[in-house]
C-alpha cells in the first residue's frame, strides 16, 4: 500500500460563488501536539450533499466538527474556514450564532426529554421568541421539512423520547432546521436506524437539498452513492480524494481511494 505523505491527491474545487463553506490547510492537534487533520483542503458548493467517507479514525468526525467550531474545547485547529466571507475559525465570531447557521445532526438521536413540540421551541423560546402562533408554524414547518409531520402532528404534546429511534433522529433534523440554518452537518445520522427507518432518513435529506447544504459522514457506501452529490474521501487525516460521487464510486484516481471503495463494496 501507498504511503499516504507520498499518496497524491485529487481535490476538486469549485468556482468562488458556487461554495458556501471552504477550508484551507486545516488542520487539527489533540493533546498540544497530536496531529490527526492535516492540512485539509476543501469547498463545498451549495445545495448539494456531500459525503465524507473512510476507515474508522480517518479524520472524518474530526474535521466535520470543525466547521461550526465544535473542537474548540477539545483541539487546537489551526488553518482557515471561510464561511460569507469570514474566516470562522477565527477567535472573534460568534459561535452560538455560527451553529445557529450551521447546525448538527449527531450519530445517536438526542431529542431532549420533553415533548415533541418543545424540542422544536426550546431554542426559539431561549431565543426570546413568544408568538405563540408563530411558534406553532415554525413547529409544523420544521416537521413538514424532516418529512414527520404526518406521523406525529395528532402527538404534538407527547414525549419525543417515545418515539422510535428514525423519527427521533428527523425530529433532530426538525429541531435543527427550526433554527433557520444554511448548513446541516450530519455526523453518520443514520447508523443507528434499522433499514425502514434509514431509508426515510435518506429521503428526507434528498428533499432538504433544495434549500438547504449538507455533509454528511458516512460509513455506508451504499448510502453515499445513493445520496450524496459530491464524496470526499479521508485517509488517516489527509484528503486524498473530493469529487463527484459517480466519479469517486466508478473511477477514483487513486490507487487508496479505489481499494477503499473497492474493500468497503466487496
Ligand atoms: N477528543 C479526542 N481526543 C484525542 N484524540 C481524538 C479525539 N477525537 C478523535 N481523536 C482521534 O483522532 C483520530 C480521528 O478521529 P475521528 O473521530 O475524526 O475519526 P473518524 O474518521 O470520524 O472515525 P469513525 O469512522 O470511527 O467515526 C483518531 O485517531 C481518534 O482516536
Ligand atoms: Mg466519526
Known amino acids: 500500500m501507498q504511503n499516504v505523505n507520498e ?15 471552504s477550508t484551507k490547510d486545516l488542520s487539527v492537534f489533540y493533546g498540544g501536539s497530536i496531529q490527526k487533520l492535516f492540512g485539509a483542503r476543501l469547498q463545498f458548493k451549495k ?7 473512510g476507515g474508522s479514525g480517518s479524520g472524518k468526525s474530526t474535521f466535520l466538527r470543525c466547521l461550526n467550531r465544535m473542537n474548540d474545547k477539545v483541539a487546537r485547529v489551526d488553518g482557515e474556514i471561510w464561511y460569507h466571507g469570514l474566516d470562522i475559525n477565527k477567535n472573534n465570531i460568534n459561535v452560538y450564532q455560527l451553529r445557529k447557521n450551521i447546525g448538527m445532526v449527531f450519530q ?3 431529542p431532549f426529554p420533553k415533548s415533541i413540540r ?13 408568538d405563540k402562533q408563530k411558534l406553532d408554524q415554525i413547529v409544523e414547518e420544521s416537521l413538514r421539512a424532516a418529512a414527520l409531520w404526518d406521523e406525529v402532528k395528532d402527538k404534538l404534546d407527547k414525549s419525543a423520547l417515545a418515539m422510535s429511534g428514525g423519527q427521533q433522529q428527523r425530529l433532530c433534523i426538525a429541531r435543527a432546521l427550526a433554527l433557520k440554518p444554511e448548513i446541516l452537518l450530519l455526523d453518520e445520522p443514520a447508523s443507528a436506524l434499522d433499514p425502514v427507518s434509514t431509508s426515510k432518513l435518506e429521503d428526507t435529506l434528498k428533499q432538504l437539498r433544495t434549500d ?3 455533509i454528511m459522514v458516512t460509513h455506508n457506501m451504499q448510502q453515499a452513492s445513493r445520496i450524496s452529490d459530491y464524496t470526499a474521501f479521508f485517509h488517516l487525516g489527509h484528503v486524498l480524494e473530493y469529487d ?3 466519479n469517486i464510486f466508478t473511477n477514483p484516481k487513486g490507487e487508496i481511494t ?6 468497503s463494496f466487496g
Do not use: S, V
Request: no cysteine; hydrophobic share 30%; proline share 4%.
Open 108 to 110: 445517536k438521536p438526542n
Open 7 to 21: 499518496a497524491p491527491t485529487f481535490i476538486h474545487q469549485f468556482d468562488q460563488d458556487e461554495q458556501i463553506i
Open 47 to 53: 445545495k448539494t450533499i456531500t459525503a465524507l467517507i
Open 118 to 130: 418543545e424540542n422544536i421551541t426550546y431554542a426559539l423560546k431561549a431565543n426570546g421568541e413568544k
Open 212 to 214: 438547504y447544504t449538507m
Open 258 to 263: 479505489e481499494d477503499y471503495i473497492r474493500g
Open 244 to 246: 463527484k460521487t459517480e
